[in-house]
């Protein structure tokens, strides 16, 4: 069964860290650039940040520059975020995503194998 599964969502302080992790089963990520999205209720589900299939080359949305990383290990099958100085806005259900392709895209469509969602929580 191809499938993505994230984990390490929670509620935190503003300010505080979480690193959200992606690990594929079913098949290898080595040949796919994969997304982390995210959805508030009653918003859109917008990209946070990208990263090629081979780690050369990364994005991030201008809402989370500077604050949020993220990074792969093909040898573990995984992608990272790594979350840092987290604000209430960030709150959201965070997804990760797989695009059969290189580089990655802003456009929802071209991913193919999207997880089941993590909640993120940030509030005092």
């Known amino acids: 069964q191809l499938q993505l599964v994230e984990s390490g969502g929670g509620l935190v302080q503003p300010g505080r860290s979480l690193r959200l992790s992606c690990a594929a089963s079913?098949?290898?990520?080595?040949?796919?650039?994969i997304g982390w999205f995210r959805q508030a209720p009653g918003k859109e589900r917008d990209g946070v940040s990208c990263?090629?299939?081979?780690?050369?080359?990364?994005d991030y949305a201008d809402s989370v520059k500077g604050r949020f990383t993220i990074s792969r290990d093909n040898a573990k099958n995984t992608v990272y975020l790594q979350m840092n100085s987290l604000k209430p806005e960030d709150t959201a259900v965070y997804y990760c995503a797989a695009r059969p392709r290189y580089y990655c895209s802003g456009y929802r469509d071209e991913y193919v194998y999207w997880g089941q969602g993590t909640q993120v929580t940030v509030s005092s």
């Open positions: 990263i090629s299939s081979s780690a050369g080359y990364t």
């Open positions: 079913g098949f290898r990520l080595d040949s796919y650039a």
